[in-house]
């Protein structure tokens, strides 16, 4: 994928779930950190939003991506086609000092 395409992606992520997700375990960390996190849950709300065709707010609230989740990165139970969702993901980003995360 070109750095365009990532740049992107990052654009919209950040447009659509800026002030959705929850970042409070991360308040003692980086602006990196922060940014690559907030990159992360927001890769997964959008994931659960395409799939389960709810709202960034309801994705958003889906989250529970943190040190103690077993790998579970969202989870969202539709209740009325009866469908659990549950979302693991693997991300990888490039960090540049000159650019950030990209």
């Known amino acids: 994928m070109s750095e365009i395409h990532l740049r992107q992606i990052k654009s919209y992520l950040q447009k659509t779930f ?3 997700i929850d970042l409070s375990d991360y308040q003692n960390k980086s602006e990196t950190d922060r940014e690559l996190i907030f990159l992360t ?3 997964a709300a959008f994931t659960l939003m395409v799939l389960a065709d709810i709202s960034p707010q309801e994705a958003s ?3 529970v991506d943190g040190g103690q989740d077993n790998g579970i990165d969202s989870l969202y ?3 009325r086609e009866k469908i659990m969702y549950v979302l693991t993901q693997v991300a990888s980003y490039v960090v540049e000092r000159s650019h950030g995360v990209i």
């Open 61 to 63: 609230k889906s989250i």
């Open 41 to 43: 849950r927001s890769l």
């Open 18 to 20: 800026n002030g959705l």
């Open 77 to 79: 139970f539709d209740r």
